[in-house]
């Protein structure tokens, strides 16, 4: 650390941490609860902490904040939410988006460690009887709707989904999503891919994956989505698991809160508000009439990012950097400049998500669909840390109505 910045009262997350006792990541947690100040060094990569604040709070002890209103307590280690970002087991998740392989996240996320390669096959049987189950459907039906048929079809066929050791459950987790991924009717020709991304886009895209770019844009997206905390479909996803439901219920259970308006079903909000903007000049008119209807604008603000959402920051550049100039890309930009003018929130990464998928072409409902199967990694972490606990999560109502007589 430089002296400069020793004299300035700010010193950097290792010197922190180490203050308070604490994993760095735990400091991010607390900037977003208020507790400390942070800023970034003049190099740009590195957070800074107030170090008035640190020893203050070092002999103080930790916070215990109590649970506010609609909130449950669980002690997790592997999601920390920032100011802006969250950090996987310590980790910049946005960083990680830049280059890492969705696999090596989900890797990172089960075990902590940069583990070694292991092959991401779906059961055959489990995919034949997945495609099966879809033959009586809408041709038009939206992926997300398919992926609950999917997974209870994954489901029946897989002998060994009762074990739930660490080992058997991410075995199971990466059969578990190139199943969900695979058993998706396939949008394009394009043949077979490794990567689980690569895999995906040929089931959401009508075009093979020609731009790299746009592709790389499309992964990161997976992984800025893998995994957010105690979002509600984690919460749902914990408390089947701590009853020991097995890995393919704890995915369906996530699955059922995930498709929430309120949640991952807002990017099909932000896609359906980009799709009425036929061209930039639109955006005004569209907005109007929503904020005049009384309606919520999708893809803006957040609960926990009040001053802005970095992965919806980070999307957005990566799909200008990969299609400057497209006409879904300009209109998209018409938006952010209406919202701004009208002084909405922040947009968050719902917004930035439905424009990939319409700078990409990906058909209706992508966008859902993809955070659906980035979240499986999530709620399989999750799950693995209440498999190792001993008894089933048990929220307590505090009753509000008559009296017992």
């Not at 203050?19 to 970034?40: D, I, N, Q």
């Not at 999917?150 to 897989?158: E, Y």
């Not at 009439?289 to 999307?315: I, M, N, Q, T």
Request: aromatic share 6%; with cysteine.
């Amino acid at each position: 650390m430089a002296e400069e910045e020793q004299l300035s009262g700010w010193i950097d997350a290792k010197a922190a941490a180490e203050r308070l006792g604490v994993k760095p990541a735990t400091l991010y947690a607390y900037v977003s609860r208020g507790v400390l100040r942070r800023r970034h060094a003049p190099d740009g990569r590195r957070s800074l902490f107030d170090a008035a604040q640190v020893e203050e709070l070092a002999r103080r002890g930790r916070p215990r904040r109590p649970p506010g209103p609609g909130e449950l307590a669980i002690e997790s280690a592997i999601t920390a939410l920032g100011a802006d970002r969250h950090y996987y087991r310590g980790r910049d998740a946005l960083e990680m988006a830049g280059s890492r392989a969705f696999e090596d996240v989900a890797r990172w996320l089960w075990h902590g460690r940069d583990a070694r390669e292991e092959p991401w096959r779906a059961r055959a049987d489990g995919v034949a009887a997945a495609v099966a189950a879809q033959s009586g459907l809408p041709p038009d039906l939206l992926p997300l709707d398919r992926l609950h048929l999917i997974v209870a079809a994954l489901a029946a066929t897989d002998p060994l989904r009762h074990h739930l050791d660490p080992e058997g459950v991410t075995a199971t987790g990466r059969a578990l999503i190139a199943g969900l991924v695979e058993a998706l009717p396939a949008a394009n020709r394009a043949p077979g891919a490794e990567r689980v991304a690569e895999r995906l886009w040929n089931r959401l895209c009508p075009r093979p994956p020609e731009d790299a770019g746009l592709l790389r844009a499309f992964e990161a997206a997976m992984i800025l989505l893998a995994d957010h905390e105690l979002a509600a479909s984690t919460v749902a996803a914990r408390v089947a698991a701590s009853v020991r439901a097995d890995p393919y219920a704890v995915v369906a259970s996530g699955l059922g809160v995930l498709s929430g308006p309120l949640h991952g079903g807002a990017s099909y909000g932000a896609e359906r508000l980009l799709a009425e903007v036929s061209d930039p000049a639109s955006a005004s008119r569209v907005i109007g009439e929503r904020l005049r209807g009384g309606e919520r604008v999708p893809g803006f603000g957040h609960a926990v990012y009040k001053s802005g959402d970095g992965r919806a920051a980070l999307l957005m550049d990566l799909v200008r950097a990969a299609a400057p100039g497209h006409d879904r890309l300009a209109a998209a930009e018409a938006v952010l400049d209406e919202a701004a003018r009208r002084r909405l929130p922040a947009p968050n990464v719902d917004f930035s998500l439905a424009t990939l998928g319409a700078v990409a072409g990906l058909v209706p409902g992508a966008g859902e669909a993809l955070f659906a199967v980035a979240r499986t990694a999530g709620w399989l972490a999750h799950a693995l840390e209440e498999y190792g606990r001993r008894g089933p999560l048990r929220p307590r109502a505090v009753y509000t109505g008559p009296e017992p007589s």
